[in-house]
């Protein structure tokens, strides 16, 4: 059986309880080692087989997984985040299902929601936005036509874009072609929730020079939209005029 396992955006106690459990019972891990914290290892039993997915191709990683079912073995991938995001774990289910090899998976918690934590803001304001955009800019590997950065742009909603930071004059120039002003207020996280996270407030326009200033060339998400700034209506969730399944508005 092999358990494809989300293991948070960085701090170790951000994987999930089944997530630990999981890693506490395998007898072989292949996590990526380029983005999973190490220190979640320490969870793993003695004698654990443990191998960095980031030295692998897909091709080695599926022989390792093969080896370890014909001896009956529990393998955990463990990716980094959420593994249905950017997680390429698409190729890996294919090959499983190709070989009648069992998975399943346990969910984590996104880089995007680490970096909405570490900003302590809320994606989806009332007024403001209500559509959040996970994405990333065209770069060696290209994006679907239709997903372009300008024209998922012209929507005005929040932004939320992995795997871009070396890309940071494109990503200006097609969000301000998209219908962005340039002063539209922006992030960049640096390893949400790591002990070294770092977090890097400016505008659109600038991003770029904020990641050059801050050293920041990689494991980071940048942020854009009114979200960052704006004010904002309050919500009737809890305004005391509306009223609810749960209670009547006030007289």
Known sequence: MVHIVGAGCGAIDLITLRGKRLIENADVII??????????????????????????????????????EEKGLTTVRLHTGDPALYGAIGEQICAFDRLGIAYDITPGVSAFSGAAAALKAEYTLPDVSQTVIITRAAGKTPVPEGEELRKLASHGATMVLFLSTGLLDKVTAELTAGGYAPETPAAIVYKASWPDEKICRCKLKDLRKTAEENNIRKTALILVGPFLESEFSRSHLYDPAFSTEFREAEK
């Open 31 to 68: 996590y990526a080692g380029s983005l999973v914290n190490p220190e979640l290892l320490s969870y793993a039993k003695a004698g654990c087989a443990v191998y960095d997915s980031a030295k692998m191709t897909l091709e080695e990683i599926v022989s390792t997984v093969q080896a370890a």
